[in-house]
T-cell receptor
Framework: EDQVTQSPEALRLQEGESSSLNCSYT??????LFWYRQDPGKGPEFLFT???AGEEKEKERLKATLTKKESFLHITAPKPEDSATYLC???????????FGQGTRLTINP | DVKVTQSSRYLVKRTGEKVFLECVQD?????MFWYRQDPGLGLRLIYF???????EKGDIPEGYSVSREKKERFSLILESASTNQTSMYLC????????????FGSGTRLTVV
């Protein structure tokens, strides 16, 4: 069964304290891995797409990396406005849909 | 920017009512999706559509139906609302070429009492 697991469920950091969020997947034929950010009461907002192992994408304080089994979302020197839930999703070969992980709720304290 | 608009942010309905959730996208996307999001369960796919009048069941279609009469509009229908359908409902659209994933609407928080 295709599965996407994110860890930790929740992470609380101090402003400026760098860390990483994990997304591990077990799927039959990866055709893309997506990271989204979701603020409370809003829909998810697209951040990155990764297609192959070794690929990296960056946006401001965020960097996403991909291996054959997992992806990391690294956050460097975070600010309180980076507080959100971060969702990981995969597109599987032959499928039109995305399979989502349960998300990591990130809180950055000033 | 692509916009996906959901007709209501908040809805309160009574058990047994027929409920319509509307979603409109403005970028001529082929694919449209309905998810529900619940604490601890993440996003679960209810139905999706890859063309007008075409629909496919997702992971949790029971108790729901959909309608796509026009390319830009995808409606989710709760035939007889029940309290276990209280949830956040998210609509999304996207192209078959997966360059950037889906674009989501802002969500409709439905409460069934």
């Amino acid at each position: 069964e295709d599965q996407v697991t994110q860890s930790p469920e929740a992470l609380r950091l101090q402003e400026g304290e760098s860390s990483s969020l994990n997304c591990s997947y077990t799927v039959s034929g990866l055709r893309g891995l997506f990271w989204y950010r979701q603020d409370p009461g809003k829909g998810p907002e697209f951040l990155f797409t990764l297609y192959s192992a070794g690929e990296e994408k960056e946006k401001e304080r965020l960097k996403a990396t991909l291996t054959k089994k997992e992806s990391f979302l690294h956050i460097t020197a975070p600010k309180p406005e980076d507080s959100a839930t971060y969702l990981c999703a995969v597109k599987i070969q032959g499928a039109q849909k995305l399979v989502f992980g349960q998300g990591t709720r990130l809180t950055i304290n000033p | 920017d692509v916009k996906v608009t959901q007709s209501s942010r908040y809805l309160v309905k009574r058990t047994g009512e027929k409920v319509f959730l509307e979603c409109v996208q403005d970028m001529d996307h082929e694919n449209m999706f309905w998810y529900r999001q619940d604490p601890g369960l993440g996003l679960r796919l209810i139905y999706f559509s890859y063309d007008v009048k075409m629909k496919e069941k997702g992971d949790i279609p029971e108790g729901y139906s959909v309608s796509r009469e026009k390319k830009e509009r995808f409606s989710l229908i709760l035939e007889s609302a029940s309290t276990n359908q209280t949830s956040m409902y998210l609509c999304a659209s996207g192209e078959i070429r997966w360059n950037y994933g889906y674009t989501f609407g802002s969500g409709t928080r439905l409460t069934v009492v």
